[in-house]
């Protein structure tokens, strides 16, 4: 074996610089995003108070408990409005487990609203403390608490020096046999920016280092809800927390909402990413449609205030209420997607659909890009559906086994480039399991199996960007206690207190931070093969771009094999600099990221020298690379 390796010979891997290339899109990768996996509540959303509004469960009070012996807690259809109509009766006092438990740093301030009354029960003690409540790491009174709904803000402060720590609980006492009512408890850590209402900074870091183009929302299965109640309910989402009833979400929890319309928007703008709306088509998970005509009026109206709600200027209903809720600016909206995966539904209702969407749409907005959600030209085997009229982009999803999809490294070289623009709007190459069947037994993240076959897809898309547009892969972010995930693999992990990037993540940040502006011809040959069964595949996948301006040159190189293995590179055309990097990930198959491991698949650079325009370059077994060259202006 040694012996075969050591003459195994150099493949070829030429560039032709001097042919034009094709444009590579300006927004070829983006974050698709949904609630699944506590991605937002117990995840991104950085509220730590689970079930804060006491509407998760009608039977009792889910994650809230009596504080001692003595205590009690109860359920009363009590509450101060609408929204929330159940309050949380307490005698003594109660404790919140949080989203598998309340992440503790040293030197932080924790900022605590409580909506509440009591008729006598005089000071309440706030605290944050160990799970046996014997360590108090941050204490706070709330005073004034009197007969009349109202809200209560304090701080909560830890030392310095304290160890971080998930293993914490929330608690509030009133003292042995005094009774208070509590509507919503709403406890947040320092947020990304420090915007009020937001968002994890770790996870925030993560996703802004991907350079995200755009972020494709509120789903998936989300938006279009179980049933057509249960779709997405944008306008509820809107204003503060304590009006918003949050809603049955499709993953088997309920949603607070207040990752809502507008925290949608403001995470686009924190990453520097556009938005692209989903928008409720008129067909739920359930099979439930609503056939084009004056029935389906309502939801396309909802969709062109949502719209509204997002580019609208003062004059406007929506626009206005977008600058009520702290928004003056419109946010640059060019996408809008009909409906989610509806390739599914079966009562061919959809062409009839898309249009009365397209048009009404086109009518208000001429210059959006309309995207068709049906699947792409040969989703489920079906021929493509829209002959009226003719989308912008279709949106095709790609839930793929490894072998599967390294062999989809090739699928758009010769796709039809009559039809519409591909936006691969969800897509992840999975190990043996298909994710939607594994559960928890399986993932959460993806090992460097899937990663290998992701990067193989991934150079195929960007040979092909002229007809690949857009592309997200798809679940973005899981939860990953027991219990915290519906889907088995997802690119981002976390538990309260850390957080990792998957292989994959790395390799799609890679792939994402490398991007020049116009792809560079290239032709791989002397490839070994890698064989399943009777098929065969390349054992290597590449792809190259360069940017017109800066003259930089990036090659990215997947090798699917065990084995090490020489490429000789040749860049006709070129005037290569002699410096560049090299950027790679590398391990076994098996190798996955984890909370205990979050840097065991990671990407390691090297600096190389003596570069000409031919030079011979390893890589190591089951890697994924990325050369970033420059060429002389
Ligand atoms: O990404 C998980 C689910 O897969 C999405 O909600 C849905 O669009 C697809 O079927």
């Known amino acids: 074996m040694l012996f075969l390796l050591l003459i195994q010979e150099p493949a070829q891997l030429s560039l032709d610089l001097r042919a034009p290339g094709v444009a590579v899109s300006p927004y070829l990768y983006g974050h698709m995003t949904e609630e699944i996996n506590y991605s937002y509540d117990g ?207 499709t993953w088997g929890y309920r949603s607070s909402d207040g990752m809502g319309l507008l925290e949608f928007l403001l995470w686009c703008e924190e990453t520097n990413a556009k938005p692209l709306l989903g928008v409720y088509a008129g067909y739920a998970l359930n099979g439930e449609y609503t056939k084009a005509g004056p029935e389906l009026e309502p939801f396309v109206q909802e969709a062109l205030d949502e719209i509204e709600y997002i580019v609208g200027g003062p004059e406007t209903k929506w626009g206005a209420r977008r600058i009520a809720d702290g928004h003056p600016k419109p946010f640059d909206l060019e996408w809008v997607e009909v409906g989610n995966e509806d390739g599914f539904d079966k009562s061919g209702s959809y062409e009839s659909r898309f249009v009365q969407f397209y048009d009404a749409i086109k009518k208000k907005y001429p210059k959006m890009q309309v995207i068709s959600s049906t699947g792409g030209k040969d989703f489920l085997g079906a021929k493509f559906p829209i002959t009226q009229r003719r989308p912008d982009l279709w949106d095709e999803h790609y839930y793929t086994e490894s072998w599967d999809m390294m062999g989809m490294a090739t699928k758009y070289d010769t796709y039809d480039r009559k039809g519409p623009k591909v936006f691969v709007g969800e897509w992840a190459a999975h190990d043996t399991v298909a994710p939607w069947q594994a559960g928890p037994n399986a993932g959460p993240t993806p090992n460097m199996k899937c990663t290998i076959a992701d990067a193989a897809f991934m150079t195929g898309m960007e040979r092909n960007s002229d007809i690949v547009e857009m592309a997200c892969y798809a679940p973005l972010l899981v939860n990953v206690n027991p219990g915290g995930r519906q889907w088995s693999l997802n690119l981002i992990g976390y538990d309260a207190l850390e957080s990792f990037g998957s292989p994959s993540y790395y390799a799609q940040t890679l792939f994402a931070q490398n991007l020049g502006n116009r792809t560079v011809e290239l032709k791989l040959s002397g490839v070994p093969t890698q064989r399943k069964g009777t098929q065969t595949l390349p054992g290597i996948f590449a792809s190259a771009t360069r940017d017109t301006k800066s003259g930089a040159l990036y090659l990215k190189v997947v090798n699917a094999l065990p084995g090490s293995q020489s490429i000789d590179i040749d860049l006709q055309g070129a005037n290569l600099q002699p410096d560049g990097t090299w950027t790679y990930l590398t391990g076994y198959l098996k190798d996955m990221n984890s909370i205990a491991e979050p840097l065991k698949v990671a990407p390691i650079t090297r600096k190389l020298t003596g570069l000409g325009s031919k030079f011979q370059q390893r890589v190591p077994g089951y890697s994924v690379n990325v050369f970033k060259l420059q060429t002389k202006r």
């Open 43 to 249: 995840g991104l959303y950085a509220e730590l108070i689970r079930n804060r509004a006491f509407l998760d469960d009608r039977n009792k009070p889910a994650h809230w408990s009596p504080v001692e012996a003595g205590s009690t807690v109860t359920l009363e259809r009590a509450g101060m409005s609408a929204a929330r109509p159940v309050a949380l009766k307490v005698t003594g006092g109660t404790t919140n487990d949080g989203y598998w438990g309340i992440p503790i740093r040293p030197a932080t301030t924790y900022s605590l609203s409580v909506w509440a009354k009591a008729e006598t029960a005089g000071p309440l003690r706030a605290s944050l403390e160990s799970v046996d409540g014997k360590t108090i790491f941050a204490e706070a009174v709330i005073n004034g608490v009197g007969a009349d709904w109202k809200n209560h803000t304090v701080k909560l402060k830890t030392a310095k020096g304290l160890k971080p720590t998930k293993d914490a609980r929330f608690a509030l006492r009133s003292g042995p046999g005094k009774t208070f009512m509590l509507s919503q408890v709403s406890l947040f850590p320092p947020t990304y920016r420090n915007r009020p209402n937001g968002n994890r900074p770790d996870l925030m870091k993560l996703l802004s280092d991907m350079k995200p183009k755009f972020l494709r929302f509120p789903g998936g299965n989300y938006l279009e809800g179980n049933t057509p109640a249960d779709r997405f309910p944008w306008k509820e989402t809107l204003g503060p927390i304590e009006t918003r009833p949050g809603h049955r979400g």
